[in-house]
């Protein structure tokens, strides 16, 4: 190599054509477009002049058959454009060896190209099916737009306490039926509980409230998002929109009906509209429709599948990172650090496993906290975090999906007691408690269910401790307790 030649991958800025058929034209046009220059060697002498008018291009005419290599052939890449794959496989055969070759046109009427050829333009068949996901989404905004243009008061709905999926596909809602020239009323049903979400509804700066008791009377247009009619158990909405990825109640029915059980967020859904219909997406509304997407899909990482990865690779770049770090870096809330505080110091090790009993709570969320905190110990594999609320003793579990599956776990350890069940990573298990029982009880059966292999004895022991723990006992050495090992 020359001491002038470039260090490094630099893209080329010239192509070279070899061949004859008709795809040759509109090739030279795509990249004379771009200002790249274009080498053609053919056989077909009448090229040369229906290339004259294109700047940038150089036309040699070789013998037919292409036998050999044009002694001033210029660097990679090279497109061949031959009718045959015989031919084309020979021209292969006296190029310098390079991965850069593509085959023009002839790809577009087969299934399948060849090996050791590129191909320039996607596979008609995927192109196809992007095409008609398009024209359903354009018919589903179209629908949208015109419920919203008839409407005089259009109100989005959320159930109850609603998590940032649904704030999301509300507001990306909201901003489709705004490109109609609607502005939607957005309410939730019941209480937004976590911090999170507060933050999120400010910073939106939409009017996102609780709704109001006679507000529907003047609704003539009702949408429900991330959620289906039928969760409210009295007075479900009487919904014409109904857009939500939940498994399809039986009871749903909806004028506008787009329940997507395969996509990871509702949010994604919105997405896909306001990206195939070319409308405007704000920060704001990228910002929501991300968090939404990214706490449904736990960042990708639980039930996403390609929409939702062509929803986060549009979303990504438009919205707000300072205020989604902010979101991210505070998830605690005040009271809830003297609960972890406590946890730590009352945990029970043993052998991979840190188990916490908190008694009494006033909501589940100190256990999620707990759990999530403990698991990131070395030598911890899973997490169990058990409370009594509401009368109910609720059991979060938390593994690294490898040596564990938690989600098993807890259906095998509580799913004849209550509801339990969950992923490889993550579990939850919620048991009513009878009249009587308190979070003492509760103790033996945490420890009884989640340990049936267990000698009695050794449960009984487990047990005691606990109970120890939730009656307020200290923790006897600032040390770990470990409870000895079964026959697992
Ligand atoms: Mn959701």
């Not at 992007?130 to 589903?140: D, E, G, I, P, S």
Request: charged share 25%; hydrophobic share 40%; net charge neutral.
């Amino acid at each position: 190599m020359g001491p002038s030649a470039p260090i490094g991958p630099v893209a080329p800025r010239q192509v070279t054509i070899i061949g004859h058929h008709s795809q040759i034209v509109p090739t030279v046009g795509f990249f004379v477009g771009g200002s790249i220059q274009v080498r053609v060697y053919t056989s077909k002498a009448d090229l040369e002049h229906q290339l004259a008018p294109y700047p940038g291009v150089h036309v040699t005419v070789v013998p037919g058959g292409y036998q050999q290599r044009p002694a001033d052939l210029p660097e990679p890449p090279y497109f061949i454009a031959a009718e045959t794959e015989e031919e084309s496989l020979r021209i292969k055969g006296w190029l310098p060896p390079t991965v850069a070759i593509f085959w023009l046109g002839s790809e577009q009427r087969r299934r399948s190209l060849a090996k050791g050829f590129l191909s320039l333009m996607p596979s008609p068949a995927a192109n196809r099916r992007q095409v008609l996901r398009r024209f359903a989404a354009l018919k589903r905004v179209d629908t949208l737009m015109d419920l919203a243009r008839a409407a005089r008061q259009p109100f989005i709905l959320m159930y109850s306490d609603p998590d940032p999926d649904a704030i999301g596909a509300a507001l990306g809602l909201a901003s489709i039926w705004r490109h109609a020239g609607a502005t939607a009323q957005i309410r939730y049903t019941g209480e937004v509980q976590r911090y999170q979400n507060k933050l999120l509804i400010n910073y939106l700066k939409y009017g996102i409230e609780r709704l109001k008791e006679d507000e529907l009377e003047s609704a003539d247009l009702i949408a429900v998002v991330d959620a289906q009619p039928g969760f409210w158990r009295d007075r479900p909405p009487n919904a014409q929109v109904v857009i939500d990825h939940h498994p399809r109640r039986e009871d749903t029915t909806a004028a506008f009906l787009d329940l997507r059980e395969g996509y990871g967020s509702t949010s994604s859904i919105l997405t896909e509209y306001l990206v195939e219909a070319d409308l405007a997406i704000s920060r704001p509304v990228a910002t929501a429709l991300l968090y939404g997407l990214t706490s449904d899909t736990d960042d990708l990482n639980r039930n996403a599948g390609p929409a939702d990865i062509r929803a986060f690779d549009v979303l990504h770049p438009l919205a707000d990172h300072h205020f989604l770090a902010r979101l991210d870096k505070s998830q605690v809330p005040m009271s809830v650090l003297d609960y972890i505080a406590w946890g730590i110091s009352h945990r029970v090790v043993f052998r991979d496993l840190i188990l916490i009993h908190f008694g009494e709570v006033p909501t589940p969320d100190i256990m999620v906290q707990v759990a999530d905190l403990v698991l990131l110990t070395h030598g911890i594999n899973w997490a169990v975090c058990a409370g009594v609320v509401d009368g109910k003793l609720v059991v979060i579990f938390r593994g690294d999906g490898h040596h564990q599956n938690v989600g098993k776990r807890a259906s095998l350890a509580f799913a004849k007691l209550g509801s339990a069940g969950g992923h490889r990573t993550m579990g939850r298990a919620e048991i009513p408690l009878r009249k009587g029982e308190e979070s003492d009880d509760s103790v033996a059966i945490l420890v009884n269910n989640l340990f049936k292999r267990m000698s009695p004895a050794r449960r009984a022991k487990f047990i005691k401790l606990l109970k120890g723990y939730v009656r307020g006992e200290g923790p006897d050495k600032h040390e770990d307790f470990e409870v000895g090992h079964t026959g697992r």
